[in-house]
């Protein structure tokens, strides 16, 4: 399964947007990119996901570079309700979720 | 459509007891995914079963660990003889077809805390 590497922790102000990174050089071509975020003393919540284009929804955004070596969430407007620990996650073969250690967000008022 | 639903939320248990905590799945959901998360620390995946059959229990540890998914009735992790080191929250997690590779996601419990004294 393909390794991701994202920063321990980020900081936004409320209501600007949020850019979290995540570096997956070693994904495969089939591998769809997954995130996922654990708000505290709560269980993992899915975000979002895609595997070449560009995707939105409700939530957020996911940014695909073209190489597919990296991605990137993006919170439109951080609330307070969005700190929690943000999971990047290849799919893999595996059928499990191989969660790494996150990033931690944390939304200043 | 209720989530994955999991109980207890809170399990106290003494060294030496048994602890078993269940997860119901999302309707429409047959397959079943075990992680557990101890303090300060990452998941980690323990099972995926599917109903009646363990599929993967590579992340299980060797002993006093077990998972069932019967036919009838919600997922089910047993912990034999707790110690203070199974001390952990531990989430289920449901999805509709098999994931990995795919576009499917899991669809995660409330979780159980387990605290052994």
């Known amino acids: 399964d393909a390794k991701t590497t994202q920063p321990n922790s980020m900081e936004s102000n409320e209501e600007e947007p949020v850019h979290l990174p995540c570096n997956h050089s070693?994904?495969?071509?089939?591998?769809?990119i997954h995130w996922y975020r654990q708000l505290p003393s709560q269980g993992p919540e899915y975000v979002i996901h895609?595997?070449?284009s560009n995707v939105n929804n409700r939530m957020a955004s996911l940014a695909i570079a073209e190489d597919r070596k990296s991605s990137t969430l993006i919170l439109h407007r951080a609330t307070l309700r969005d700190a929690a620990v943000y999971y990047c996650?290849?799919?893999?073969?595996?059928?499990?979720?191989?969660f790494g250690s996150g990033t931690q967000l944390t939304v200043l008022p | 459509n209720a989530g994955v639903m999991q109980n207890p939320r809170h399990l106290v248990r003494r060294r030496g007891q048994e602890a078993r905590l269940r997860c119901s799945p999302m309707?429409?959901?047959?397959?079943v995914y075990w992680y557990r998360q101890l303090p300060e620390e990452g998941l980690k995946f323990m099972v995926y079963?599917?109903?009646?059959?363990?599929?993967?229990e590579s992340g299980m540890p060797k002993e006093r660990f077990s998972a069932e998914f019967p036919k009838e009735g919600p997922s089910i992790l047993r912990i034999q003889q707790v110690v203070r080191g199974d001390s952990a929250a531990y989430f289920c997690a449901s999805s509709p077809r098999p994931t990995g590779g795919s576009r499917d996601t899991q669809y995660f419990g409330p979780g159980t805390r387990l605290t052994v004294l």
């Open positions: 895609g595997l070449t």
């Open positions: 070693t994904i495969s071509g089939t591998d769809y």
């Open positions: 996650i290849p799919s893999g073969s595996a059928r499990q979720l191989t």
């Open positions: 079963l599917q109903k009646e059959n363990i599929i993967d």
């Open positions: 309707k429409g959901h047959s397959h």
